[in-house]
């Protein structure tokens, strides 16, 4: 299975009260991060069966308008082992419900959503630790129990990436 682990995009400041907090959405920036990120997975071809978020407001925003950019047509799924304070024997009970796939995004928060990627990389016992910046996506392609980490882009990464190329597509019209 190969798995594309999705931290949610920019949303602003937290907020003290938890429910609050909940429903906070993406912010301006959020919004064009997911934009440069689900342009990006197109472009590399990413397909998947199926993309889980978390419940909060801000990261079912980011799994949405990422999966519209790549052309996901499926039904968002929404899975509490992906709220924050969710532990690893949860996403692994998530994980086990899609197990016949051969893909899976999920979409979630820090300091989980590193936790269960470094869980899925590292040997039996031992930690691993892989920083996702806010609307970073890694992809994993996992055998049995354990995974090996592909790649991991960050949406200032995949911003560079796509001005250069809009830049190196432009005709040249200085003279020489």
């Keep these: 299975m190969i798995i594309y682990f999705l931290r949610h995009a920019n949303a602003g400041e937290h907020l003290a009260n938890p429910k609050k907090d909940e429903k906070r959405g993406l912010d ?3 919004i064009e991060q997911c934009g440069y990120v689900g342009r990006a997975l ?3 071809e990413v397909q998947v069966e199926a993309i889980v978020s978390s419940p909060l407001k801000r990261a079912t925003q ?5 999966g519209n950019e790549m052309g ?8 509490a082992g992906l709220r924050p304070g969710a532990g690893v024997a949860e996403f692994r009970r998530l994980l086990e ?5 051969e893909s ?8 989980n959503l590193s936790q ?3 869980a ?4 039996a016992g031992c930690e691993a630790s892989v920083d996702l910046k806010k609307g970073a996506v890694a992809r994993v392609d996992m055998r049995r129990s354990s995974g090996t980490l592909q790649w991991c882009w960050t949406p200032k990464a995949l911003r560079t990436l796509h001005t250069a190329a809009v830049e190196s597509s432009r005709p040249n019209t200085s003279r020489k």
Excluded: C, R, W
């Design 42 to 44: 197109a472009a590399m």
């Design 62 to 66: 980011t799994a949405s308008l990422v």
């Design 72 to 79: 996901y047509e499926g039904k968002l799924q929404v899975d």
């Design 97 to 101: 419900k899609y197990s016949k796939l």
């Design 104 to 111: 899976l995004m999920v979409v979630g928060h820090n300091p």
């Design 120 to 123: 899925m990389i590292s040997e």
């Design 116 to 118: 269960f990627l470094g």
């Design 28 to 30: 301006q920036d959020g």
